[in-house]
């Protein structure tokens, strides 16, 4: 039983067009996120919810919305897409936020969506 | 800005060696550091991780080690196997914060 699932694993959009990736997480978690890879490889905070409240929401455009319908889940919703938001996006919960140390207070991940653009 | 670096983007061992890799951050607030293990089409996965008061943390084959004056951390593998061939995250945390920073990853591959 997967623990951090994100759905569709591989999406192939035309520019301009809105889409959504989904995420759950059956860890009883508080904590989730959402990261982007970008095509230099850099892995980068984007959003954080903890028990729906927004706590960390980085410099990332309008277009990109997260909402978080309960602590199980957290979905990013981006409008208008661009060329340059082809990437692999993460999501991640853990127990609380900042929690990262070890053992059962890891950030855990799921495996990827991987977004292109044309 | 980058501030957790990985200046190798891959690296070669033999099957029984030591594979060892590195990782340079440039914040002096960062309190946790850790390394994360990554097969291709699956998410990072937590491996190791070493507090700042610390120099050494050793989980069996795995040893890392922190050298804050130099802020410098490396993750020794010994002996390295085939099954840890992956591409290798370096990760920390600055005091209070409630994310994580990487690095760009290494990519190790372990050669019977």
């Known amino acids: 039983d997967t623990a951090v699932s994100q759905t569709p694993k591989y999406l192939v959009t035309q520019m301009g067009n809105d889409k959504s990736i989904k995420c759950e997480q059956n860890?009883?978690?508080?904590?989730m996120y959402w990261y982007k890879q970008d095509s230099k490889k850099f892995l980068k905070i984007m959003f954080s919810y903890n028990n729906k409240e927004l706590i960390i929401n980085e410099t990332v455009p309008n277009r990109f919305s997260p909402k978080s319908p309960d602590k199980a889940h957290l979905n990013l919703h981006i409008n208008s897409l661009e060329l340059g938001d082809s990437a692999v996006y993460f999501c991640a919960s853990s127990p609380r936020p900042g929690t990262f140390n070890s053992g059962a207070n890891v950030l855990t991940f799921g495996a990827g969506s991987r977004l292109t653009v044309l | 800005d980058q501030q957790v670096k990985q200046n190798s983007p891959s690296l070669s061992v033999q099957e029984g060696r030591i594979s060892i890799l590195n990782c340079d951050y440039t914040n002096s607030m960062f309190d946790y550091f850790l390394w994360y293990k990554k097969y291709p089409a699956e998410g990072p996965t937590f491996l190791i991780s070493i507090s700042s008061i610390k120099d050494k943390n050793e989980d069996g084959r795995f040893t890392v080690f922190l050298n804050k004056s130099a802020k410098h951390l490396s993750l020794h593998i010994v002996p390295s196997q085939p099954g840890d061939s992956a591409v290798y995250f370096c990760?920390?945390?600055?005091?209070?914060?409630?994310?994580?920073?990487f690095g760009t990853g290494t990519r190790l591959t372990v050669i019977p």
């Open positions: 990760a920390a945390r600055k005091t209070g914060a409630n994310n994580l920073f």
């Open positions: 860890l009883g978690h508080d904590t």
